[in-house]
């Protein structure tokens, strides 16, 4: 019989590229869409975090197989089945798609940086910038990582400050099993940035990739090829986990609007 310890140290041991994927999808321009869906339409939209729950894991936990299996990224895997042109194609959209996000991120973390000791908001953002690049570069991967693990807990920000404002939980509880949508332009458009923001193409990308570096070098490749472990097991808790997570910070971060 496993003790609490135990327990939590396997399944600390299991999270890995599921929970930092899903904290990626709390990015700064991610935070920003729900809290302006929260400020706009109230809990109109709280029914989308749980919606989106298990179309994200489900495509997160394809990825993930696939770069585990194949212990390639997933534009290595369809360049291996398409041809070269339809594979630059796709290379060149997710490139711009990123370029844009990560210019929306480090933007809004240097206003937030300057709002907090002022200055220029600017020099902060290439700061920020900087730093990551050189993180990235230069930071071993496994120990990269485990600080990207580790820094998703300052996310949980979100999820306290939620209970220490004032939050009709009933009303939002109702609202998340009950849904009522109607045709408005700025709901449908609010709907399509939300399920945008929170199904992004990056993250099948960026899950793919990490966990084809944990099966080249971690524990994952030898649990993959000892037949009393699964690895489909250890990406699906991550992964789930990693979901429930993101969309938790997401409900938060909406419910996080001016009270009137």
């Known amino acids: 019989m496993f003790g609490w310890k135990s327990i939590i140290r ?38 989308t975090m749980l919606l989106t729950l298990p179309f994200m894991a489900a495509i997160q936990i ?32 997710l490139i711009t798609a990123n370029t844009i996000n990560i210019a929306a991120d480090l933007a809004a973390m240097g206003d937030a940086l300057a ?34 693990k580790f820094l998703t807990l300052v996310l949980f920000v979100y999820v306290a400050v939620a209970f220490t404002v004032e939050v009709p939980w009933r009303s939002v509880l109702i609202a998340t099993i009950m849904p009522r949508v109607t045709l408005d332009h700025d709901l449908l458009l609010m709907i399509v940035a939300v399920f945008g923001t929170t199904i992004s193409p990056y993250l099948f990308f960026w899950q793919a990739s990490q966990e084809a570096e944990e099966s080249r070098l971690s524990h994952r490749r030898m649990h993959a090829a000892n037949p009393q472990e699964n690895y489909f097991t250890q990406i699906s808790v991550d992964t789930w986990i990693g979901m429930l997570v993101s969309n938790l910070i997401a409900s938060s971060s909406s419910l996080l609007r001016p009270q009137h």
């Open 10 to 47: 396997r399944v600390a041991t299991a999270l890995g590229p599921g929970l930092i994927t899903g904290a990626a999808d709390d990015d700064p321009s991610g935070i920003a869409t729900y809290s302006q869906a929260g400020a706009q339409f109230g809990l109109t939209l709280t029914w």
């Open 62 to 93: 394809i990825s993930a197989c696939i770069g585990c299996q194949t212990q390639k990224g997933i534009a290595h895997n369809i360049g291996d089945r398409l041809p070269r042109l339809v594979v630059l194609l796709l290379v060149a959209l």
């Open 115 to 148: 709002l907090v000791i002022s200055g220029p908001s600017l020099f902060y953002a290439i700061a920020f910038g900087l730093i990551c690049l050189l993180a990235e570069v230069c930071v071993p991967y496994h120990r990269y990582a485990s600080f990207l």
